[in-house]
C-alpha cells in the first residue's frame, strides 16, 4: 500500500465532522437580512458572515471527506443570505442618502415637512 492510499484510508476510518464556522455563518447570514434596513447593520454582519465562509470553505475544499455535507450547505446557504444583505443593505444606505441629499436632514426629522416635501416632490 503506497503512502498516498494509506492517507486515504485513514481519512475514510475517520468520522466527519461539521465545518466549525458553517452555524454561526448562517445565522449572521439571517441576523444580516433582517437587519438590512438599521443604517448599515446588516453590512457589517453579512461582511463577517462572508469572511467566515470564506474559511470553511478554504478548509472544506482541501479537505471535503472529513466534513459533513449538511454543514457544507448550511453554509453556501448562510453565504447566500449574507450576499443578498449586502445588496440590499447597500440599497437601502443609497436610497437613505438620496433621501439626505434631496429633502434635507431637518426635513426628514420633522413627518409634517417631509409629507408636504414629498407632496410638491411628487407634483
Same mark, same amino acid.
Request: charged share 10%; proline share 4%.
Given at each position: 500500500?503506497?503512502? #498516498? ?7 475514510? #476510518? ?6 466549525? #464556522? ?40 482541501? #479537505? ?60
Amino acid at each position: 500500500m503506497t503512502e #498516498n492510499n494509506y492517507s486515504e484510508q485513514q481519512q475514510l #476510518n475517520q468520522p466527519q465532522i461539521a465545518l466549525p #464556522n458553517a452555524t454561526a455563518v448562517l445565522v449572521l447570514g439571517i441576523v444580516s437580512i433582517l437587519l438590512c434596513c438599521c443604517y448599515g447593520g446588516g453590512l457589517v454582519t453579512s461582511i463577517i458572515a462572508l469572511v467566515l465562509a470564506g474559511k470553511d470553505t478554504n478548509r472544506y475544499i482541501a #479537505n471535503p471527506a472529513m466534513y459533513t455535507p449538511g454543514s457544507y450547505s448550511n453554509l453556501k446557504a448562510g453565504k447566500i443570505c449574507a450576499i443578498i444583505a449586502i445588496i440590499f443593505s447597500l440599497m437601502y444606505i443609497a436610497l437613505a442618502a438620496w433621501f439626505i441629499l434631496t429633502f434635507g436632514w431637518e426635513t426628514m426629522q420633522d413627518p409634517n415637512a417631509m409629507r408636504e416635501a414629498m407632496e410638491q416632490w411628487a407634483k
